[in-house]
């Protein structure tokens, strides 16, 4: 008796979802692309809100609808951000599909960079940096060297998520300590005062990962 095959066409093929429950992406509209590619040029060239204002003669209030996908800004409107951006006009249209930014560090090749802590012997490499988006992300592998000192007086805005990768050390977040070792987890409000209240076994290897909302320029 013969099998009927059926044809690969013909095949149901599964989407593959993530376990994450984040919402579908968003088409933009054209208003919400163009705001986008001004705002990501803008920030590029390091102008502020006020500097590309008043280089192409409009108020901050216009240029925040703008950025915003909020109204239609008239041709000659959009002549003048050009200018101010020192960009072609065409330079907005061929990128109406907004990029989406994307970060590579190879392995030891995380910007060192200084914070309140590096002066108590931790040391921070930034591992990846995007340029837009509502929300800002900043990965670091943190050491503590031989010579690193507790320091339990980090506040600032944002959620943090720590990972430990070697060592041990004794973290401290508002009234609370948490014993931490390799593969430990610590989650937490970065409003309450934090960091490492004992250093029990150094050195010690350790992903920060702060995420808080991106201030408008």
Do not use: W
């Not at 007086?153 to 508002?174: A, T």
């Amino acid at each position: 008796m013969s099998t009927v095959r059926k044809p690969r066409s013909e095949k149901k093929t599964t989407e593959l979802i993530t376990g994450s429950s984040a919402g579908p992406v968003r088409e933009l509209t054209l208003e919400e692309s163009l705001g986008a590619q001004i705002r990501h040029l803008r920030r590029k060239g390091e102008l502020t809100g006020a500097d590309l204002a008043s280089g192409a003669g409009i108020s901050l209030g216009m240029l925040s609808k703008i950025e915003n996908g909020q109204i239609s800004p008239s041709l000659s409107t959009l002549q003048s951000v050009c200018r101010a951006l020192n960009v072609p006009l065409s330079q907005l249209f061929a990128t109406f599909e907004e990029q989406r930014d994307c970060s590579f560090v190879k392995a030891g090749q995380g910007v060192v960079i200084e914070r309140r802590g590096t002066k108590a012997g931790h040391e921070y490499q930034l591992l990846g940096h995007l340029l837009d988006g509502t929300l800002v992300v900043e990965p670091y592998l943190i050491t503590l060297h031989e010579d690193a000192k507790p320091y339990t007086s980090f506040r600032h805005q944002g959620v943090e998520i720590i990972y430990m990768l070697s060592g041990r050390v004794l973290y401290r977040h508002g009234n609370e300590s948490y014993e931490m070792g390799a593969g430990d987890t610590l989650m937490f409000d970065c409003q309450a005062p934090h960091g490492p209240e004992l250093l029990i076994e150094k050195p010690m290897n350790y992903l920060s990962i702060i995420i808080y909302m991106r201030q408008d320029d």
